[in-house]
T-cell receptor
Framework: GDSVTQMEGPVTLSEEACLTINCTYTATGYPSLFWYVQYPGEGLQLLLK?????DKGSNKGFEATYRKETTSFHLEKGSVQVSDSAVYFCALSYNTDKLIFGTGTRLQVFP | DAGVIQSPRHEVTEMGQEVTLRCKPI?????LFWYRQTMMRGLELLIY????????DSGMPEDRFSAKMPNASFSTLKIQPSEPRDSAVYFCASSLQDEAFFGQGTRLTVV
């Protein structure tokens, strides 16, 4: 079946460091791919998405490229801030079908 | 729109009691999802509805759990009888196309 695998956390960085959170997927078809972010005490909110191969999603300085050849959708940011500290979830879905989430990766950014 | 609204935000109950969690999706959305989040198991999809019809309830842990969606603007998740291992944060989400919007969750503690 379809699944999403994320790198284990926590990821601990100093402010202004570069961030990469790895995400790979297994899919029987051609899903859309997402990154969601969860701040403490809140629900998940969409960070960015890509709907087809080679699409790049971007938002708030974060970006991820849908790589069909490597079945990956790694999240990157060139310079993280303390306010980026949160849990990040990679996910896939087919149209209005259920979202399949990875296990989440906690990011901690220190000043 | 106020977003997905869940109630209550916090619930503490004794083992054996019935618990009902409520969700009001975003108006116009046709898919609704119930997720459970714990430290041990991460984010698990319990059930999802499309146009008020349950599509996939394979994630419902056992018969103690039931979910209904009597109309497009309301859904409930009921646990009867509740057990300490049901303690978790329960999220409701709704979507129209591929982006899901999450509520702030209900933190359930069963003592």
């Amino acid at each position: 079946g379809d699944s999403v695998t994320q790198m284990e956390g926590p990821v601990t960085l100093s402010e202004e460091a570069c961030l990469t959170i790895n995400c790979t997927y297994t899919a029987t078809g051609y899903p859309s791919l997402f990154w969601y972010v969860q701040y403490p005490g809140e629900g998940l909110q969409l960070l960015l998405k890509a709907t087809k191969a080679d699409d790049k999603g971007s938002n708030k300085g974060f970006e991820a490229t849908y790589r069909k050849e490597t079945t990956s959708f790694h999240l990157e940011k060139g310079s993280v801030q303390v306010s980026d500290s949160a849990v990040y979830f990679c996910a896939l879905s087919y149209n209005t079908d259920k979202l399949i989430f990875g296990t989440g990766t906690r990011l901690q950014v220190f000043p | 729109d106020a977003g997905v609204i869940q109630s209550p935000r916090h619930e503490v109950t004794e083992m054996g009691q019935e618990v009902t969690l409520r969700c009001k999706p975003i108006s116009g959305h046709n898919s609704l999802f119930w997720y459970r989040q714990t430290m041990m198991r991460g984010l698990e999809l319990l059930i999802y509805f499309n146009n008020n019809v349950p599509i996939d309830d394979s994630g419902m842990p056992e018969d103690r759990f039931s979910a209904k969606m009597p109309n497009a603007s309301f859904s409930t998740l009921k646990i009867q009888p509740s057990e300490p291992r049901d303690s978790a944060v329960y999220f409701c989400a709704s979507s129209l196309q591929d982006e899901a919007f999450f509520g702030q969750g209900t933190r359930l503690t069963v003592v």
